[in-house]
């Protein structure tokens, strides 16, 4: 099969954009989060003729606002969930040793224990089934091990030792949510995927002939187009039910639960290891995160208006209560330097405690077309594309080959040119190379292009962020990034890595990505404007008592894509 070009920029979305408006599709994905742009993936890996729209940028929903983890969920194993458990470790050590070693990264946790006897059985007991089931799908990962008191001091001096006696630790996956779904989406266009961020769908329709017409709205230029499909992929996470209803189906009974992370210094907690922390209503995750801590998360339903939840000062005093819990020394407010949060699309079920509804996914089919896929866990996304690609498989007249995706590594996962030592250039230092191609593997030599060209491109855009100019401009250039928003929030995470919320790089990012994206000065002062109010809208947020409180100070700041606070 005849590849293209991976790179997704303006001008490879408008070409797309009239492809999606002319040429008759097989496969039409809705929604760019994970398991859209995984869709889409399958489905032109197998040879079909794919599309795919999302309302605003790869995943600017839930797929950007996770723990970060490829993991199995440890915690399942309590409510006997094996097959979740293990599907989700198999998927886990693809990505560590195929799919995207570039990305995902090996990361260990402690779990303090506070009795000697029993909790150390009970806990031991659980993570012992959890690595053999990781090694029986082939883990590459080290195995457990018990520490006592004095061995956990070492390895985590922060933990109150005078509350635990020893603990256990064990290993998992850390990878960036946004950075992996962008890299899936650049995957799936260089196997023929047509992609465009920036498209609402407004209208599903099926008709005797057996085709499926999406009509869809371009909200950077408010133009129309209409997709011929003949079938469409549901993938939208938490808008599930509206896309079912547009199209005249039943809906899923899609609930939400919003979690919130808090961003800390590294100098805040001092340990070798993450740590996660067993709470009342599930568990706590604090995660390394650079020079960072990311902590998190919780786990409440969500009824409000889901394409920007806010966390409330409730949300993040109840984080710092229980991560203060094992604490020697307390993390307080004023040390948290970002706050986000997300909403998980769950499957309702008979409880009413959205911690106890299915992390497991389904897969429904309306018999005119339209497949809706729902539920899941970000680590299995994989599996969940690929059994919304096989059942559109019905609508389609050739035979369609099988999946691949299990050997198909992403974008950037051939590192062989680096892994001979080949050295960086003169402006980029051995650790700086050393993040650059976590975040970028073998593409990386595309910025050290940029860099032997321009020297400048390898200065930061911001003082207490890593970030270098070449990112920046390579995410506008390759990356899809259309706004301010998209290079500080998701291509970057200045918004919750800088103390300004990353408004300090927003005059130096604009100017950088300018001229590739075609913006003019009133459209720069347009970006910076959106992004800041953004930014005090959030603040605003987090100061607020409660959700609906919370929900309506966030939504005090307009989209920059529709210009609607939606």
């Not at 998927?91 to 990305?103: A, D, I, K, Q, S």
């Not at 040390?335 to 497991?360: C, D, F, I, M, N």
């Not at 099988?402 to 001979?420: F, H, I, R, Y």
Request: with cysteine.
């Amino acid at each position: 099969m005849r590849m293209r070009s991976s790179e997704l920029s303006p001008k490879q979305r408008e070409r797309d954009l009239e492809r999606l408006d002319s040429e008759p599709l097989d496969v039409l994905v809705i929604g760019g989060g994970v398991t859209g742009a995984g869709a889409a993936l399958d489905a032109a890996s197998r040879g079909l003729k794919v599309g795919m729209v999302e309302q605003r940028d790869y995943a600017s929903g839930t797929s950007s606002r996770s723990s970060k983890l490829f993991h199995g969920g440890l915690r399942y194993l309590e409510q006997f969930d094996f097959g979740l458990v293990r599907e989700a470790l198999a998927e886990r050590n693809l990505m560590l040793e195929t799919l995207c070693p570039h990305l995902a990264k090996p990361v260990s946790f402690l779990y303090p224990l506070k009795h000697r006897i029993w909790e150390r059985f009970y806990v031991g007991a659980g993570v012992l089934l959890y690595d053999l089931m990781a090694r029986a799908s082939g883990s590459p990962l080290p195995r457990h091990r018990h520490l006592s008191k004095k061995q956990m001091a070492t390895v985590a001096p922060s933990i109150d030792g005078n509350a635990y006696v020893g603990g256990v630790q064990y290993w998992d996956a850390r990878v960036d949510d946004a950075r992996h779904t962008m890299t899936l989406a650049r995957t799936a266009a260089s196997h023929g995927a047509l992609m465009s961020p920036s498209t609402r769908v407004v209208e599903i329709s099926s008709d005797a002939t057996g085709w499926v017409e999406v009509g869809a709205v371009d909200l950077e230029d408010g133009g129309h187009l209409a997709v011929q499909t003949k079938s469409v992929i549901n993938a939208t996470g938490v808008w599930s039910d509206d896309i079912q209803e547009l199209a005249g189906s039943n809906p899923f009974d899609v609930e939400a639960s919003k979690g919130i992370h808090l961003v800390v210094p590294r100098d805040t907690i001092h340990s070798e290891t993450g740590i996660i922390i067993r709470t009342k209503a599930s568990v706590l995750f604090v995660i390394p995160w650079g020079d960072q801590w990311i902590v998190g998360t919780t786990d409440t339903p969500w009824s409000l208006r889901r394409a920007h939840p806010a966390a409330s000062k409730t949300d993040i005093e109840y984080l710092l209560t229980w991560v203060n819990s094992v604490l020697s020394r307390p993390i307080t407010e004023e040390q948290v330097v970002g706050v986000y949060a997300g909403l998980r699309p769950l499957l309702a079920g008979e409880s009413e405690q959205t911690s106890k509804l299915s992390r497991e996914h389904a897969v429904t089919d309306d018999g005119k077309g339209v497949i809706s896929v729902a539920g899941g866990k970000y680590t299995t996304y994989r599996v969940m594309a690929k059994d919304a690609v096989d059942a559109t498989t019905r609508y389609l007249s050739d035979s369609v080959p099988e999946s691949k995706t299990e050997s198909l590594p992403l974008v950037g996962a051939d590192m062989s040119a680096w892994d001979s030592g080949q050295p960086p250039p003169e402006a980029v230092d051995s650790e700086v190379h050393e993040r650059l191609l976590g975040r970028y593997g073998g593409n990386v030599s595309d910025l050290y292009e940029m860099i032997e060209e321009e020297p400048a491109m390898a200065e930061r855009v911001d003082t207490e962020a890593p970030y270098l100019a070449a990112e920046l401009l390579y995410a506008a250039t390759h990356e899809g990034a259309l706004h301010l928003d998209d290079f500080l929030t998701r291509r970057t995470r200045l918004s919750i890595e800088t103390r300004s919320r990353g408004i300090d790089a927003t005059k130096p990012v604009a100017d950088l990505v300018a001229s590739s994206l075609g913006w003019s000065e009133s459209d720069k002062t347009r970006e910076i404007e959106h992004y800041t109010a953004r930014v005090d809208a959030e603040l605003d947020s987090q100061r607020q008592p409660d959700d609906r409180t919370a929900d309506a100070a966030r939504m005090g700041a307009p989209d920059v894509r529709t210009g609607g606070a939606e």
